[in-house]
């Protein structure tokens, strides 16, 4: 063996590559990737099909509605025409407490109103042996030259669901239509002479709103009851309805009341006395009205509200 032989490596330091362990990958980091990035995806999926879901809603209750306000404003035109002021001679034969009330929330020479656009935000109880209360909002077109409404509300639901209701009396015809993001209805009814009678009763205690509406003028007829109660009658078509109303100290109205009108229970009508009471009245265009409202069922049992709301905005269509 030469000077200048190398020893053997055999007894040399183990390499650096001795001590890596080659293609390790953890399986559960990379298992939670990938449950991470489906469950991005899915959340995607979910959010855009409830998107397009909610346009197609929201376009077709749009559409619905809109043929509802189209026929409510064909059917305004008036069969005579009437005045277009209000004219305090023709209180002369109205009790004292309904003339105490119109001399309180009209003035002198008050234009009758022909239409009216409001907006209501509230709460709606959907519960039957306890109360469930759940916020809306509503929008409102009112039509008096021929009595008609249209109420178009969103009704959000435990669980942020929206549900879309439209109430309306048109033509002569009522209906009451709810329906799951404006998608998928939920057996309204339509057509039948108990829920024109329903809604036309709606329409005389909603006219606290519209007051000249209840004038006599305007086809209103009214009957003393006792000193602070009255009835008013009015008819459309084949359609009359009287309702009662109890009128404060300070003359305006407080409480309406009917025992003509039905609630829808599990798909059929099922007569029941209802009533709205009335508070915080304030001027709009010349006339006092009152800007909250609470309506309820009074069967023997007890009296069980439904719908509590307030004002938020009127508009007033009338002669200038």
Known sequence: MTLDTKPPQEDAAPALRNFVVPSYAPLRPKRLVVVLKWAKIVVFTLFAVALVLGLWGHSRWTHATNARLA???????????????????EL???????????????????PIVRGLYMEQTGSMNRGTLTEQWEPFTARQRVATQRPGFVWDASIVMAGGITVRVVDAYVAGVGS??????????MGGIEGTGEIARGELIRYVAEAVW???????????????????TADATLT???????????????????RISSTERSALVDGAMVPTPWDVRLAKYEAHSGMLVPQVAEVAWTPPTGRMPYWRGKVERLDYDMPR
């Open 92 to 110: 002369a034969s109205l009790p004292p407490v309904v003339r105490r009330y119109f001399s309180k929330v009209l003035n002198p020479n008050q």
């Open 236 to 254: 459309d078509g084949t359609i009359t309805v009287t309702l009662r109303f109890v009128f404060s100290a300070d003359g305006l109205v407080e």
């Open 210 to 228: 519209y007051p000249t509406a209840l004038l006599p003028s305007q086809g209103a007829q009214w009957k003393p009851v006792d000193a602070q």
């Open 176 to 185: 009451l239509q709810p329906s799951v993001i404006g998608l998928f209805d």
């Open 71 to 89: 026929a409510l404003e064909a059917a305004t035109a008036p069969a005579k025409a009437r005045p277009e002021r209000y004219d305090e001679a």
